[in-house]
């Protein structure tokens, strides 16, 4: 077995006690992410020391030096002073001339400079200069290991687009503030500059508004499907201290508000905001609502002025978000207010817009004049365009580019944040059979790092000066903890840093992902729970391998990483046998598997059973036939096996599919009012021909011949990752699965087919 040496592969420079210290292989070469517009590299190297200073005359300056003294302090130990004298020196100064955040660094031998005409530039510059410098300068307690070398360089950069963002949805799972700020602390490192922040969901009020406390008393707090309780808000202080940490590291954040659906928490709370005024709960299952603000009424309207009003001043950005995606129309289509509104305003339909589409327009508009009074300008996902796009507005083009390009072309200011190009960091990121549970679709890193925000057509048109810049969303469905929303977030968001701010001809992916290696370890210093792409097997990754004569396992990884495993049951660690070629299998194995990076760290560690079986024989009796289940189901509300086992009124019908277990009670979207139930069908699956199968289901479980072979207790029943494979023989096998239908981790299992995937394995 080969034996991995990389994570202590470093060029020794010297081997004394106080001489020069080893160049870890992720410190070498040029490492700043993002490129910037132009380096040039020059002789030799800068030494941070104990006695190196800062030179910054103007106040902006200091203070992001003093920022930067704090921070080198904590990985260095030395206490970096404003002083004078250009020896030693790391010299911030405000220059006239430069566009806003543009900067020129120069690293000699004897000192640092770095020139820009904004404070933001200098911020960005110190950055870059940070990033010329070991990774270990990221850490949060002091090394020693180090050399703190950058090498000399010039330097003279400046951001492609003005808007670099993510966006947070706290809506769905609410994030903690140390986690926002450590997000924060993390992003403008890379040099991202606006947290678009969502507050409100269907799910969750996030945000303390005093003249309605209901909305965060009511709102901000869900009784999930499994009875637990779940919920959090950020206070007005809070919201202010986060805000004001964020602009200390020239990120601005840009509240979103949704106006007029996904507001279910507000309704739950405020009832008479819907067009029904009925009280209901806020949601507790993911997609799309159906109830949504009632623009009829006049006092909805004034109930959003109100908040408005208290909520625009704790931002000091220019743009105010303001939602107005996904806002089904049936209620207004049925509601007496609504259609007086429509009448009253002129809203009737038109040939490109129905009247209910002229209506949410008529919301838009509203609100755009509320928010001007307050000093912003609004922004608002595609679907504003839908009945007419109000005269100010900016838009953030989601559902691809085209509601980029209509927007663009028609002179208005334009965000890219195309959920089909790769900016939607809820896709999954690698095999969904080996990746946690995620919303679906597929972004790697290299799909965010190709993508290009300004489509060709703008520029060809003239119009490419309207796209203002790029952002990637992090919808938070199934994000069930901070460390996954970090999973998800790095490092996809150091390619968005990338295209955001380099320009297209500095763009370089092996370069790229050669960086990555330095960031990475930068990353730890923060102690981020990023993404390490895992083995997966080509075809189909599985935990659960059944062989008769012997199992060949290939694995790969979707970016270029070394894999180590073993076969004893033992944990695999850095030095564990490398992976080169696929593996044989002739005897029970559990085999584990990783990846592990340049700097030792290695990804999250698969399971899997290699099982040698006998073909299980065709046990059927006399007379069986497939496609034809006993189903004997009982409603009640039942989350796993245990509680099903208590349920007494049975009833009992044959089905001739297994899906008719979960289409049988129609369900509705919202789950409200459902009828909820367990059931277990019963009957035979015909196997074609000897051979090993793979046995794929949602269902809580599922047993073949007698043996259980999946069981998801617990689990969403989303995507799940307990495919089995078993070895069969020709002829009718028993089948046995239990339905439940239930809401884990807010997806209702009706929501699935509950039919069983039975596939025959290519050997
Ligand atoms: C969105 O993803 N619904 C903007
Ligand atoms: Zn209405």
Known sequence: MKRLFFVIATTMLFAGCSGPKEVKVYNQGINIIPTPVELTEQEGSFTLKKSTHFVAHDEQAQKVAKFFAE?????????????????????????DGMEPEAYTLDVTPTAVSIQASTASGLFYGMQSFLQLLPAEVESATMVNSVDWTAPCVSVKDAPRFHWRGFMADAGRHFQSVESVKKQ???LASFKINTMHWHLTEDQGWRIEVKKYPRLTEVGAYRTE??????????????????????????????????????????????????????????R????????????????????????????????????????GDECPKTHWKECPQCQARIRKEGLAATKEHTAEERLQSYVIGRVEKMLDKLGKKIIGWDEILEG???????????????????????????????????????YYQGDPKVEPLAIGGFSDLKKVYDYDPVPAVLTEGGCDKFVKGVQCNIWAEYIYTDEYREYLMYPRLLALSEIAWSPLDRKDYADFERRINNAYVRLDGHGINYHIPLPEQPGGSCDHIAFTDSARLEFTTSRPIAMVYTTDGSEPTATSAAYSEPLTFKQNTTLKIASVLPSGKMSTIRTIAVEKQDLAPATAPEGAKAGEYTMKYAY????????????????????????????????????????YFGATAEGYVEIAEDGIYRISSTNEEVWIDGKKVIDNRGLPKKGVHTDTQLALAKGLHSLKTTFLSHIIGGWPSAWCNSDITVSAVAR
């Open 388 to 426: 007419g796009l109000s005269e100010g507005a900016a838009v953030m083009s989601w559902r691809g580019e085209q509601g980029g390009i209509t927007a663009a072309s028609m002179q208005h200011d334009v965000v890219i944040t195309s959920s089909r190009n790769g900016l939607y960091l809820d």
């Open 284 to 323: 507790i299952v993911w997609a799309i609502e159906d109830w949504v603000m009632c623009p009829g009424k006049e006092d909805m309207f004034d109930m959003l002025e109100d908040i408005f009003a208290e909520i625009a001043p704790l931002f000091p950005g220019e743009y105010f978000h303001i939602g």
């Open 636 to 675: 009640g509300y039942y989350l796993n096996m245990d509680e099903f086992a208590k349920a007494t009124d049975f009833e009992e019908k044959t089905i001739t599919s297994l899906k008719d277990m979960s289409r049988m009670n129609p369900y509705n979207k919202s789950m409200r009012g459902e009828k």
């Open 225 to 282: 499907g499994d009875g637990t309780r779940y919920g959090g808000f950020y206070t007005q202080e809070q919201i202010k201290d986060i805000v004001a940490y964020a602009a200390e590291r020239f990120i601005t954040i840009v509240p979103e508000i949704e106006v007029p659906g996904h507001e279910m928490a507000a309704i739950a709370a405020y009832p008479n905001l819907a067009c029904q005024g009925d009280t209901l709960s806020p």
């Open 71 to 95: 921070k080198l302090k904590a990985s260095t130990g030395y206490e970096l002073q404003l002083a004078e004298g250009a020896d030693n020196a790391i010299s911030l100064a405000l220059t």
């Open 184 to 186: 924060i602390d993390v």
